[in-house]
């Protein structure tokens, strides 16, 4: 019979954990047997990102919802002949190249014949960007692309911030304004709020910046494909940005992430992030800080400066290690800490940006070699923009990867509670031992 432990804290933030909920649940199967289970069926190199399995420990049924009609999934002839007949040899021939004519027929069709790359006329071969031995990389969607370099249609995406390099035509790095922002850049929105008002607002105004970090000029190079040097520029590209927001009053916080894959909720294929400057500090931010005040009240110690543990340590570099955390509200969900303290993440400077460019990329590399490169979210939580003195000996500001390999279900949403059904141990054994030559 599979038990489960519990890890929760009554405070609003547990400082070991990426849960804001008010109580925290970090459930896991004592079941050595399921959670092996879960192992294999997740990094053992298969296509699917579901965790059906993940729900089906200490029992030896398969869970109902995955089951299937074996009579239509693997004798289709029953659909032709019904399913009180026998069936021939000559039948079963003929039902077969039915079905593969009629498949071979709407590949075709959907597919269509690749047209000559518009870049190099068909003769750039494997040197062109742009194409596969010629032919446009249609399902690429850099046909379309608004922000690569070269494609012919940068000047029809959002206005331009700035550029890495600056004044050049040969960008690395390029942050634009959102074509559709969550926030207004409208200063008028602030004026419209009553300064006088003594009443907590219910509503704010929508001020505030939202951009985008396009991380490469080449459509198909995705963050974790660039150097450490170049992972490092896009980190001091947030940075640089991050200055720029500051010096307007009325931002409160400024949020940096990244979504990876469509169902981590990217909405452009070509690889990029974006930055949110906000005209509050979010609930979870303060939950967070709270929490660590908390734990400094206690100890006397910063939370993150002694959350290094051998069991939960993933790799380390010069000035910062990745550790998978004790409470992790999601399977494989990975932080990388700055080794000195650090309360901002603008203090980052060249030499610490690439050494945490090459732990970043290492770490994407080994979530996409041991879970089918899966879509993920990654953040980077800092301090807000204007913090006390007393408040800086326990901020400590991190960068968070999210594998999206479980979804969120009505439990989860209902409660604010987590279920992750990955002890964290047994989460960074494996990506610890996961060999990636850089």
Not at 68 to 86: A, N, T, V, W, Y
Not at 198 to 212: A, R, Y
Request: aromatic fraction near 10%; hydrophobic fraction near 40%; include cysteine.
């Amino acid at each position: 019979m599979a038990m489960a432990s519990l890890s929760y804290s009554l405070h609003h933030y547990h400082p070991f954990s990426s849960s804001p909920s008010p109580i925290f649940f970090s459930l896991g199967f004592i079941n050595s047997n399921s959670n092996t289970q879960f192992l294999q069926q997740q990094v053992g190199g298969g296509k699917s990102h579901g965790l059906s399995k993940f729900f089906g420990f200490g029992s030896k049924k398969k869970p109902r919802f995955i089951r299937k009609s074996k009579l239509l999934l693997f004798q289709p002839i029953f659909l032709f002949k019904g399913f009180d007949r026998p069936v021939d040899t000559q039948t079963f021939l003929a039902t077969i190249s039915v079905l593969a004519a009629i498949a071979l027929s709407l590949f075709l069709g959907l597919k269509g014949d690749p047209v000559p790359c518009e870049r190099c006329a068909g003769n750039g071969g494997t040197k062109c960007v742009f194409c596969n031995d010629g032919k446009m990389k249609q399902e690429s969607g850099l046909v379309d692309c608004r922000v690569c370099k070269g494609a012919g249609h940068e000047h029809e995406c959002a206005p331009e911030i700035f550029r890495v390099p600056r004044d050049t035509s040969d960008w690395k790095i390029r942050v634009i304004e959102n074509l559709y922002p969550a926030l207004s850049r409208d200063q008028q929105l602030l004026n419209d709020q009553d300064p006088n008002s003594k009443q907590t607002p219910v509503v704010i105004s929508g001020f505030g910046f939202h951009d985008v970090v396009i991380e490469s000029p080449i459509h198909s190079v995705h963050l974790s494909d660039l150097s450490p040097s170049e992972i490092g520029d896009v980190l001091l590209a947030y940075k640089h940005r991050i200055l720029q927001l500051h010096l307007h009053e009325s931002i409160k916080y400024i949020q940096v992430f990244k979504n990876h894959g469509a169902s981590a909720g990217a909405s452009m294929s070509h690889s990029h992030s974006q930055l949110l400057a906000l005209p509050i500090v979010p609930p979870t931010v303060s939950s967070r800080i709270d929490s660590m005040k908390e734990y400094f009240n206690e100890t006397g110690n910063c939370a993150l400066c002694q959350v290094l543990s051998e069991e939960l340590l993933i790799d380390e570099s010069t000035h910062f290690f990745s550790i998978v955390p004790f409470a992790a509200t999601f399977p494989f969900e990975i932080w990388l800490v700055p080794r000195d303290h650090s309360s901002h993440f603008h203090a980052l400077d060249n030499e610490k940006a690439v050494d945490l460019g090459r732990l970043l990329k290492l770490m994407l590399m080994k979530l996409s070699q041991q879970l089918n490169d899966p879509p993920f979210n990654f953040m980077i939580h800092t301090s807000p923009r204007e913090v006390a003195s007393s408040q800086l000996p326990y901020i400590h500001w991190f960068l968070q990867i999210v594998p999206q390999l479980t979804g969120v279900g009505g439990f989860e949403i209902g409660s604010g509670c987590y279920i992750n059904p990955v002890f964290s141990e047994d989460a960074a054994k494996v990506l610890r031992e996961v060999n990636v030559v850089l």
